[in-house]
């Protein structure tokens, strides 16, 4: 449920990404808030370590523009995929509106992004949200590798829904990032407008 601000007429969204250590999560967010122009962004705060993998989360806001007299706005935030920050994905996961899941397509990887998308149902139920009717967008991050896994092998073994948007990324070079965003965010929005709470 997004967050309705009636005093600054505003309407914000929650969007998370999250996935095992090192998937590129960061590096998502880092390309977005290079790509999106000045007026429409707020600066980014990352909170990391001194080898750069995040303490505990990167976050910036992204304007939407405004609909009904009410600015739409969206906040990203990564969670640190490193197994030991459990506490700090749970918290950062509450109230989110939908999750971006950055699989690192890595082959050695495969048994992480399980593991960690377990974990993420495993939280978001916790808040009493329901995975599979929940808007998430899987991101194969990495594709510039030599060997990857193949499309559908994490949606096989999770038992994902047949209609869940799959993106293929590089992060680093940004192919992929934006088209990620653009469906993970047209999710959210259809999503609270399914649920009619306008
Ligand atoms: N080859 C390649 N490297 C990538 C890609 N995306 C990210 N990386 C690299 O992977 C490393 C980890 O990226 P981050 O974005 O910091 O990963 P993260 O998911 O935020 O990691 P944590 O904060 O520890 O959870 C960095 O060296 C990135 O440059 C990609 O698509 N291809
Ligand atoms: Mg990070």
Same mark, same amino acid.
């Given at each position: ?16 990404y ?17 790509k ?11 909170l ?15 304007s ?11 906040h #990203?935030?990564? =969670?640190?995929g ?9 918290? $950062?996961?509450?109230?989110?509106? /939908? +999750? ?53 092998? #994490?949606?096989? =073994? ?11 990324? $590089?992060a680093?070079?940004?192919? /992929? +990032? ?14 609270f ?6």
């Amino acid at each position: 449920m997004p967050h309705l601000d009636l005093n600054n007429r505003q309407l914000v969204f929650k969007i998370v990404y999250f996935g095992p250590g090192m998937s590129g999560k960061t590096t998502n967010l880092l390309f977005i808030h290079k790509k999106i122009f000045d007026k429409y962004k707020g600066d980014m705060v990352i909170l990391d370590t001194e080898e750069e993998r995040t303490l505990f989360f990167d976050f910036f806001p992204v304007s939407l523009g405004t609909v009904q007299g009410f600015s739409l706005k969206i906040h #990203l935030y990564t =969670i640190p995929g490193q197994v030991f920050y459990e506490a700090s994905r749970r918290i $950062i996961l509450e109230g989110a509106d /939908g +999750v971006v899941f950055v699989a690192d397509s890595c082959i050695e990887r495969f048994d992480d992004n399980v593991d960690m998308y377990r974990r993420m149902t495993t939280n978001l139920g916790s808040y009493g949200v329901d995975p599979t009717s929940f808007p998430i967008v899987l991101q194969y991050n990495k594709r510039d590798y030599d060997e990857v896994i193949p499309l559908g092998q #994490l949606e096989a =073994i999770l038992e994902l829904p047949d209609d869940l948007p799959v993106t293929e990324s $590089i992060a680093t070079s940004g192919k /992929g +990032v934006m088209r990620t965003l653009q469906l993970i965010s047209k999710e959210v929005i259809r999503n609270f407008q399914l649920d009619g709470s306008a």
